[in-house]
């Protein structure tokens, strides 16, 4: 009893003695300083082409943030509001910062020089409640040329809080587009939090607390900038409006270089948002993963191989009179004229569509051509770091379902050439030739080939996969591969023929009105697509690459020299060295 009445009497002389004697100076010392949790943002992890060289990353960014509770406590939230239009131009609604319940500060402007800077110091006492943080802002080098890769960063939005919780603040960076986008949530980091206590006009005084921020991971890609800079430069300077270019590494699947074009700069998104968005030309979309083209004679080396395995020997063929009669239609060669007597070898070297119309009508259908394009990583869903878009392969079932109407000879015929309802990627086009450079075999496409922590330690590295495997003899391959060749040697692709690397591959012009067929001064949205797909060099494939112009119209006078310049550009330039 006794120590229980001891103890009761030391708090009340205790309680006593702080009301009475220091109340006051309490008082006073909880109104000269105040307790604030400051959020610490992290670096967002660096994104890196093959050899380290920058893509995107971080610097600091020093922002003035108003603690608008803490004035609304005081009362004085008036006069601040006041003195920051007449310091620094910031102009807020009294009214509408009064109203708000948010606990994070407000936003007022960034502090871009070290003059911007001083002078918040030098009225420091007139804006109270005014603190200055530092935040990260995101820089991305290559800028347009890297765009559709990178990607961008921008604000978080309420999913994003929902999805993140305690990993992010008002001022985060989070990925809304690319690879940022992609991998977001390891690149993102986790913000810290400080406790520190501030006197009347904000400045720190002391720090109660502090919890580290945590640098997100940073991210090492299988592009190759130098690469990447030279699809820029050649696709830019052909003058041609739109398209993409896609280079891989034929013994690996990694990618090298991706390209839309036209693209866009990330590092100034925020500014030209409407005038990318209302730019006909649509600079934000990614061509290389997400447009779906009539894939055109591109296909064909993919049914030479169908053929063949079907039975059809090198040395059988159709004479090519310009025209294929099916019923009471004729189906027309892409030469008027007639190619006279084709076999597998010349149909692939002068894309002879008599040849492939006869074989693919006859020999194969629409069931057996569906098997043999979805081998070859046709209308698949294509395992990937960015989204690709899937490709359509027309069955009968399918334009039953789409169109009400029966499946007819003619359908089969188009499909033989990669015309009619069919539609493609880039990727599915640049994987179909990967297959014929390796004998069936199609490694999945890699871009993040690395991930490394905040110390550079390599925590996860990407391994070559066999994505899939189209089973033919290997005299089957050579055989298409030898045509391939002589594409380019005295074919359709001669415009692609190169005394620096020899190159092999396939051209398409892919059609995309019927007034377009033998028709000059076409309008742009009536012109056809250009295709060229090829590896290089021949004798020992390395690269992998296609070539799509947007309304270029023929693919031999148009995406065959784009690849041409591209290639002989990594040659010259002694890059293919590092790749050997």
Request: hydrophobic share 40%.
């Amino acid at each position: 009893m006794f120590v229980g009445i001891f103890v009761y009497a030391f708090i009340f002389l205790r309680l006593v003695y702080l009301q009475l004697f220091k109340g006051q100076y309490y008082k006073e010392l909880a109104q000269r300083n105040y307790v604030r949790k400051r959020v610490i943002y992290p670096q967002r992890g660096d994104i890196l082409d093959r050899r380290g060289e920058k893509l995107a990353y971080d610097t600091p960014r020093y922002i003035l943030l108003l603690d608008h509770q803490k004035l609304q406590e005081e009362g004085n939230l008036r006069e601040v509001l006041m003195n920051l239009e007449a310091i620094f131009g910031v102009k807020l609604d009294y009214e509408k910062i009064k109203r708000r319940k948010a606990i994070e500060p407000v936003f007022l402007t960034e502090l871009k020089t070290q003059e911007e800077i001083d002078r918040f110091y030098n009225y420091s006492y007139k804006l109270p409640g005014v603190f200055i943080n530092t935040v990260p802002t995101r820089n991305y080098p290559l800028g347009e040329l890297c765009a559709h890769v990178v990607g961008y960063v921008s604000y978080p939005t309420e999913r994003h809080y929902q999805q993140y919780v305690d990993r992010i603040g008002s001022q985060s960076l989070v990925g809304v587009y690319g690879l940022e986008r992609a991998i977001d949530a390891e690149l993102l980091g986790r913000v810290g939090a400080e406790e520190v206590m501030v006197n009347a006009v904000g400045r720190i005084i002391g720090d109660l607390g502090y919890k580290e921020p945590e640098k997100g991971i940073t991210i090492l890609t299988t592009i190759d900038s130098r690469i990447q800079k030279i699809a820029y430069e050649v696709f830019r300077e052909s003058g041609h409006k739109a398209g993409a270019v896609l280079i891989m590494d034929t013994r690996t699947g990694e990618v090298l270089a991706l390209l839309s074009y036209p693209s866009f700069d990330p590092n100034k998104i925020a500014d030209l948002w409407s005038q990318y968005n209302s730019d006909k030309f649509r600079p934000l979309f990614n061509r290389a993963t997400q447009g779906r083209y009539p894939p055109a004679s591109v296909v064909k080396p993919a049914l030479g191989i169908a053929l063949l395995q079907k039975g059809v020997s090198p040395r059988d063929g159709v004479v090519c009179r310009g025209h294929f009669e099916l019923g009471n239609r004729k189906f027309f060669c892409w030469n008027r004229a007639g190619h006279g007597w084709e076999n597998l070898h010349g149909a692939i070297k002068d894309s002879c569509d008599v040849y492939f119309y006869h074989f693919g009508y006859y020999k194969l259908g629409p069931r057996e051509m569906e098997r043999v394009f979805r081998n070859f990583s046709y209308g698949e869903d294509i395992p990937f770091e960015l989204p690709i878009a899937k490709g359509l392969i027309p069955t009968p079932e399918w334009k039953r379902s789409k169109t009400k109407e029966p499946w007819y000879g003619g359908d089969t015929v188009n499909m033989s050439i990669g015309q009619g309802y069919m539609k493609s990627t880039l990727f599915e086009q640049t994987l179909m030739m990967m297959a014929i450079a390796n004998n069936g075999v199609i490694y999945r496409p890699i871009l993040v080939r690395e991930k490394r922590d905040a110390e550079g330690n390599t925590i996860w590295k990407a391994k070559r996969n066999v994505y899939k495997v189209v089973r033919a003899k290997p005299e089957h391959f050579a055989i298409v591969r030898e045509a391939l060749r002589d594409v380019v040697r005295a074919g359709t692709a001669t415009s692609a023929f190169s005394k620096i690397v020899e190159i092999a591959g396939k051209t398409g012009t892919a059609q995309v009105s019927a007034h377009s067929a033998g028709r000059k001064n076409l309008s742009y949205h009536l012109r056809d697509h250009a295709w060229f797909v090829g590896f290089a060099p021949y004798r020992d494939p390395v690269f992998v690459i296609g070539v799509l112009v947007e309304h270029g119209g023929s693919g031999g006078a148009v995406a065959a020299p784009i690849a041409r310049r591209i290639l002989e550009r990594i040659y010259m330039e002694g890059i293919h060295k590092e790749l050997i």
